[in-house]
């Protein structure tokens, strides 16, 4: 048996008790959270059509300017981008839309494309984080209540970490778009392009990480105003969220025991906006949407209410208020 695997199970046996009787309380409905997430993107690459299809991609060699007149009403076109930051961090991913051309010079419309995109945001690692899936009216002012910018951007879904997330968004700053013709070769793109745009997304995320309850990892005893956690130790957390999971939990399935479905991201976790380590990330048995994290206190640690918060996919959870003592 698998030594790691065997002293989880040990302490989701000793927490039973502890956690059968918290589980009623849990039924209220889950929190969601808003959240901004300001994309930057870099390699930005605008392919128009242009002329007979089976020579799209052909061309080793840069194509731009796009020729006077090559952009018509109704012009199927292509975006690509890549990811390099979310919210200053580094990341990796893919930005990629497609859709038509609107205006003409006899067009009075403000929009002047339409577009459906898929955000696919990675760890710097390469590691997949998720999808934001939505569509996009561009020019013009961003809709009410989004960021300041360009353009109505529309988020109406997402994958991995992001199930479940919704908002809204906007350009809010471009520079040197390499638009071009679909004959030139795509994996030239980065040698081609020096393109740069940053988007700004106001999200709301059901179903939102919350600890509901954190224990001692030494006995499985509650951590309390009358027991509270310490400097340094290692606490065992019951957190409600959506995450997915490595094999992923089927469909209407509680998570199993053996095997231990893992976290598919990394969760972070901070207390008083000081990094603490995680160390076990996985489906809490016998439940749908709990989830055990592990997590290592500071050493630093000040004594009274500390605030803990979980962040995973750059969606920060709901903080938590530990006592520390």
Known sequence: MNIVASVLRNSFRAATLTIVLLLPALALGQASTEVKLTVQLDKFSWYWEDGDPNNYGTAARDLTPLPAGTAKSMMRNVIYADVVSINGKPARGAYVSHGVGLATANSDLSRNHAHYFVLDIKTPELAQIGDLFGTLLASG?????APL???LWCVYGGSGAYIGVRGQGSNVGGTN????TMKEDLTARRAFSNGQLKLDFYLTVENAPEIQAAYHSADGSA???ANPASPGETLMLQVRANW???P???PGRMFPENPLNQVANLVEASVNDIAAETINMVGWPGTRDRFRVDVRLPAGTARGDANLQLTSGYIPGVPYVLPVR
């Open 141 to 145: 002012a961003s809709a009410p209540g």
């Open 149 to 151: 910018g360009a353009g």
């Open 177 to 180: 778009f390499h638009t071009t």
């Open 223 to 225: 951590v309390t105003n």
């Open 244 to 246: 997915p999971t490595s």
């Open 248 to 250: 992923p939990r089927e």
